[in-house]
């Protein structure tokens, strides 16, 4: 069974407002080696249109190196988008349709290295029912008193195990957490 993860960038209030977030090499390159542990990528409509319009060929704005290769990478890969507005997708992206629950397992019973998601709303959905198999929260040491914050609304607490961690030279930190006890 391939694996689900999620990754999310936050800074140190919880927001997850990517423009709030400064990109920078580092980051770069730990998104990409994330893309390259998995061999689709699972978004609910907002994610997947906002991805779409910043990562789609043919992009307008030059970008150092280092972002181009996250732009092939996320481009290449499979996308499933979660929507009940969207009537079809392209960008290489299938549409899922039905219950939540029962889509998400049979796309991680196929063969694979992973599936990853990202954004707000779904992985609340994919948390409330135990689907994630992984959490990785980019802290970026910022704080901004406002925005969109993580799991508000979760069902149940999620006790998490930290599995990993990384530090990166602008101060943002990488935590890797399984879903089970914490150590106490």
């Given at each position: 069974m391939r694996p689900l993860r999620y990754s999310i960038n936050i800074t140190l209030d919880g927001c997850c407002d990517h423009r709030v977030m400064v990109p920078d090499e580092e980051l770069h390159r730990n998104a990409v080696a994330n893309l390259e542990r998995a061999d689709a990528l699972l978004f609910g409509r907002v994610t997947y249109e906002m991805m779409e319009a910043g990562w789609r060929p043919p992009?307008?704005?030059?970008?150092?190196?280092?972002?181009?290769?996250?732009?092939?990478?996320?481009?290449?890969?499979?996308?499933?988008?979660?929507?009940?507005?969207?009537?079809?997708?392209?960008?290489?992206?299938?549409?899922?349709?039905?219950?939540?629950?029962?889509?998400?397992?049979q796309l991680k019973r196929q063969p694979g290295k992973g599936l990853l998601t990202g954004g707000v709303t779904l992985p609340l959905a994919l948390a409330d029912l135990g689907l994630i198999d992984e959490y990785e929260f980019v802290v970026h040491p910022r704080i901004v008193g406002r925005g969109p914050t993580l799991f508000a609304g979760l069902s149940e607490r999620l006790d998490l195990r930290l599995v990993d961690r990384q530090e990166f030279k602008s101060g943002a930190v990488v935590l890797r957490y399984q879903p089970g006890r914490a150590s106490a």
């Open positions: 992009q307008t704005e030059a970008r150092p190196d280092w972002m181009v290769a996250f732009g092939k990478k996320i481009d290449a890969l499979k996308k499933y988008v979660v929507s009940s507005t969207l009537d079809r997708v392209d960008w290489n992206a299938e549409l899922v349709r039905g219950h939540l629950g029962e889509a998400v397992q």
